[in-house]
Nanobody, 115 residues
Framework: QVQLVESGGGLVQPGESLRLSCQAS????????MGWYRQAPGKERELVGT???????NYADSVKGRFTVSRDYAGNTVYLQMNSLKPEDTAVYYC?????????WGQGTQVTVSS
């Protein structure tokens, strides 16, 4: 019942910034957590950052201090502001929205950091 639309990926040079957006629509009233994960080629999907309905935020150590997760006023959009990007940040980034009863993933958006 919840649909996710991701946007904002692209190709940037090291040190530059990108902002990803994930807008949720449908029955969003039971959402507890919104956030971002990423998967590099040949590797497992890993946590980037999440934000709960109580505004508690968790970040992976590899992105702490560089990335910021936030939600809009209505709580239906989650953002990932990525600063000081490194080549090792290159991955497909997936939006994730979950409740105690279900877990939904976005389609993924490619982020490539290269000179």
């Amino acid at each position: 019942q919840v649909q996710l639309v991701e946007s904002g990926g692209g190709l940037v040079q090291p040190g530059e910034s990108l902002r990803l957006s994930c807008q949720a629509s449908g029955n969003i009233f039971s959402i507890n957590v919104m956030g971002w994960y990423r998967q590099a080629p040949g590797k497992e999907r890993e946590l980037v950052g999440t934000i709960t309905s109580g505004s508690s935020i968790n970040y992976a150590d590899s992105v702490k201090g560089r990335f910021t997760v936030s939600r809009d006023y209505a709580g239906n959009t989650v953002y990932l502001q990525m600063n000081s990007l490194k080549p090792e940040d290159t991955a497909v980034y997936y939006c994730n929205v979950r409740s105690p009863f279900w877990n939904i993933w976005g389609q993924g958006t490619q982020v490539t950091v290269s000179s």
